[in-house]
T-cell receptor, first 111, second 117 residues
Framework: SQQGEEDPQALSIQEGENATMNCSYKTSINNLQWYRQNSGRGLVHLILIRSNEREKHSGRLRVTLDTSKKSSSLLITASRAADTASYFCATVSPMDYKLSFGAGTTVTVRA | GAVVSQHPSRVICKSGTSVKIECRSLDFQATTMFWYRQFPKKSLMLMATSNEGSKATYEQGVEKDKFLINHASLTLSTLTVTSAHPEDSSFYIC?????????????FGQGTRLTVV
């Protein structure tokens, strides 16, 4: 079942700019994860943030988590054309550890 | 990261026939595998969770007799779409988690594009 809502649905930016996308969810979580999907391909795990963490970095990625607002954001800094993809947040339930995906944000980075 | 291989990547079948999709964990033992369905420009919808050696758990609204899931070994799960119809055309993706790694990342296969004609 889909838990998260992502915002915006689509984002178009110039190479070198930053891209920010947001994810909101409804129920309690064990952790929240961000995945990337290139068109017609499987998903690649980007970063995981646990419910007791507020911010995490990985290379050009920065993820924040606000459990009081049930929201997370993913920031991609200094974007590259190769960052063009769809990005999905996914929450992990503390009850059954299933992954529930948001609707996704399609990011287009123009060269 | 761990590798999950899904096969075939594309399949076209005639209406009424059955199609089997395989999902293999190549370098780890996957005690749990998940099967998702994805419609164009949409999110992933969890269809079922399979645990090695036991029956799959299907999500509400997913027909278990139509989407047969078998997880016979720690490295292989299969999804069989039985008596396929054009409305079954979709992108199917599997993912896997290793033993004791229930709250960590999942590793995804490359997906299978099914077209029923």
């Amino acid at each position: 079942s889909q838990q998260g809502e992502e915002d915006p649905q689509a984002l178009s930016i110039q190479e070198g700019e930053n891209a920010t996308m947001n994810c909101s969810y409804k129920t309690s979580i064990n952790n929240l994860q961000w995945y990337r999907q290139n068109s017609g391909r499987g998903l690649v795990h980007l970063i995981l943030i646990r419910s007791n963490e507020r911010e995490k970095h990985s290379g050009r990625l920065r993820v924040t988590l606000d459990t009081s607002k049930k929201s997370s954001s993913l920031l991609i800094t200094a974007s590259r054309a190769a960052d063009t993809a769809s990005y999905f947040c996914a929450t992990v339930s503390p009850m059954d550890y299933k992954l529930s995906f948001g609707a996704g944000t399609t990011v287009t980075v123009r060269a | 990261g761990a590798v999950v291989s899904q096969h075939p990547s594309r399949v076209i079948c005639k209406s009424g026939t059955s199609v089997k999709i395989e999902c293999r964990s190549l370098d780890f033992q996957a005690t749990t595998m998940f099967w998702y369905r994805q419609f164009p420009k949409k999110s992933l919808m969890l269809m079922a969770t399979s645990n090695e050696g036991s029956k799959a758990t299907y999500e509400q609204g997913v027909e278990k007799d139509k989407f047969l899931i078998n997880h016979a070994s720690l490295t292989l799960s299969t999804l069989t779409v039985t008596s396929a119809h054009p409305e079954d055309s979709s992108f199917y993706i599997c993912s896997a988690r290793g033993f004791g790694r229930t709250n960590t990342e999942a590793f995804f296969g490359q997906g299978t594009r099914l077209t029923v004609v």
